[in-house]
């Protein structure tokens, strides 16, 4: 399975300790030196970037289609265009990847995407996890990552923690 990931799930789950939850899903998975550059290099010292460093389940690739790489630029970060053209370039079974706009991008090429809350789901009905709702209160609290109320109260109902 090719799975390409962004820089958002990676750094978020590296900052409440659950990067294993990635390694537990997928086995490996690819990351654009983009994303590369934005955790490793940029986020030098935060969540994510030993981790990507050192572990051997992370690997990165180069995007050979710059072209694509600029178009999707218009629109994106380069961390988010490098992803999305990676995941075309590689055949990606999956991209993760939470950005509302990169899920637009994503889609017009018919690719398979997920965000963090669906792999938490994943995760779940996996038995990879117990209860969701200390690891949404923890990406809230110690990630800084922002979920609706709504939105928090539905995927504890899909997760049937209600």
Same mark, same amino acid.
């Given at each position: 399975?090719?799975?390409?990931?962004?820089?958002?799930?990676?750094?978020?789950?590296?900052?409440?300790?659950?990067?294993?939850i990635?390694?537990?899903?997928? +086995?490996?998975?690819?990351?654009?030196?983009a994303?590369?550059?934005e955790?490793?290099?940029?986020?030098?010292?935060?969540?994510?970037?030993?981790?990507?460093?050192?572990?051997?389940?992370i690997?990165?690739?180069?995007v050979?289609?710059?072209?694509?790489?600029?178009?999707?630029?218009?629109?994106?970060?380069?961390?988010?265009?490098e992803?999305?053209?990676?995941?075309?370039?590689?055949?990606?079974?999956?991209?993760?990847?939470?950005?509302?706009?990169?899920?637009?991008?994503?889609?017009?090429?018919?690719?398979?995407?997920?965000?963090?809350?669906?792999?938490?789901?994943?995760?779940?009905?996996? +038995?990879?996890?117990?209860?969701?709702?200390?690891?949404?209160?923890?990406?809230?609290?110690?990630? +800084?990552?922002?979920?609706?109320?709504?939105?928090?109260?539905?995927?504890?109902?899909i997760?049937?923690?209600?």
């Open positions: 399975m090719i799975i390409v990931s962004n820089t958002s799930p990676i750094i978020n789950l590296a900052a409440i300790d659950r990067l294993d990635l390694h537990k899903l997928f +086995g490996n998975i690819i990351i654009a030196e994303v590369y550059h955790i490793v290099i940029i986020g030098a010292g935060q969540p994510g970037a030993n981790e990507v460093r050192k572990y051997d389940w690997t990165t690739k180069k050979s289609n710059k072209s694509l790489v600029k178009a999707f630029q218009l629109e994106l970060d380069d961390g988010e265009a992803a999305i053209a990676l995941a075309k370039e590689l055949n990606a079974d999956l991209l993760l990847i939470d950005e509302k706009i990169g899920r637009k991008v994503a889609s017009r090429f018919n690719l398979k995407y997920v965000g963090l809350l669906g792999l938490l789901i994943d995760a779940k009905s996996n +038995g990879m996890v117990g209860n969701i709702k200390p690891l949404l209160d923890d990406l809230k609290k110690r990630a +800084g990552f922002w979920i609706s109320e709504k939105l928090y109260s539905r995927i504890l109902e997760a049937n923690e209600n």
